[in-house]
């Protein structure tokens, strides 16, 4: 930085005095210009050196902080050395007995599974000459759901199940009852269009409803299904599958469902096989 100085004071003075020759100036200007450079290379090695100085006092002080961690676990190690060993002990004995749960939960879930995809895939055969906007069936969460259109079991407005409707609810029986430890629910479903009628049924409650335990008395008189295993239930319009402001979705959501699921009982035996909290 002082030759800097003296170079610019070298300057003014020839520029303020005019006595230097041109050669003369542009000599000392070009020195000028190397020292310049040259004093920005030094301040780069120079800021360099600061970084590498500092990387090293940040690493020297983690090293630092790390060896102060060991030493202290260290310390508590050979402190506890006996309760150490009694924890150890419990510890594998707490993961042994959580290894065991989660084998029989697998193996129990695993079960659940195949037989509810069993099932499906035999209702899927025997259903397989129902047009499919009639027939929906699906495995969902442990359950197989089977939706039936309204237009294949009842007339507009009734609840009623026709005769030509029997054919498919006997095959779906057929399948219900080789599953005679599952339980049966029945929901009705209507879109959002009121009825007008001074009879049964009243409104989409009572339409839903009615329609619901049509199904289960169908199934329990004409196909021998346990009615203690079933459940039957409207929920009107509030369940839609699709939009009610078009036809298409109207129709998609006036369905019957009807649902196949283990008993409660069933899931409750999974509480008893957990372990057991000290």
């Known amino acids: ?17 005019s006595c230097v020759s041109r050669k003369q100036f542009d000599a000392l200007n070009e020195n000028y210009n190397q020292c310049i450079t040259n004093i920005g290379d030094r301040q780069r090695e120079i800021q360099d050196l600061k970084s590498a100085n500092s990387g090293l006092s940040s690493e ?13 676990s260290l310390d508590a190690c050979l402190s506890n050395t006996g309760k150490g060993s009694a924890n150890i002990d419990k510890l594998i004995g707490e993961i042994n ?21 069993a099932l499906s895939n035999r209702l899927k055969r025997s259903l397989d000459n129902v047009s499919d906007q009639d027939v929906e069936i699906k495995v969902l969460k442990g359950v197989v759901m089977i939706s039936l259109s309204d237009k294949m079991l009842y007339k ?10 029997h054919e498919v609810l006997g095959k779906v029986a057929r ?35 009615l329609r619901a335990t049509s ?13 203690s295993r079933i459940t039957a239930g409207g929920r009107s319009e509030y369940n839609p599958k699709a939009t009610n402001m078009s036809v298409s979705g109207r129709a998609e959501n006036r369905r019957t469902e009807i649902i196949i ?7 409750m035996k999974l509480m008893d096989i957990a372990p057991v909290k000290n």
């Open 156 to 165: 507009t407005g009734d609840y009623n199940i026709q005769p030509s409707a």
């Open 60 to 72: 020297n002080n983690l090293l630092k902080s790390q060896n102060d961690a060991l030493k202290s």
């Open 97 to 117: 007995a959580s290894n065991s749960y989660i084998k029989r939960l697998i193996s129990t879930n695993a079960k659940n599974d195949s037989l509810n995809m």
């Open 215 to 227: 199904m289960a008395k169908v199934l329990q008189t004409q196909f021998g299904v346990d009615p």
């Open 175 to 209: 399948v219900i009852n080789d599953y005679d430890k599952y339980s049966v629910l029945i929901e009705g479903n209507t879109d959002n269009v009121p009825l007008n009628s001074a009879n049964l049924p009243k409104d989409n409650w009572d339409l839903s409803a």
């Open 1 to 17: 930085m002082k030759i800097g100085k003296m170079i610019v004071a070298a300057a003014v003075a020839v520029t303020i005095t």
């Open 261 to 267: 699921m283990p008993k409660l009982d069933e899931f």
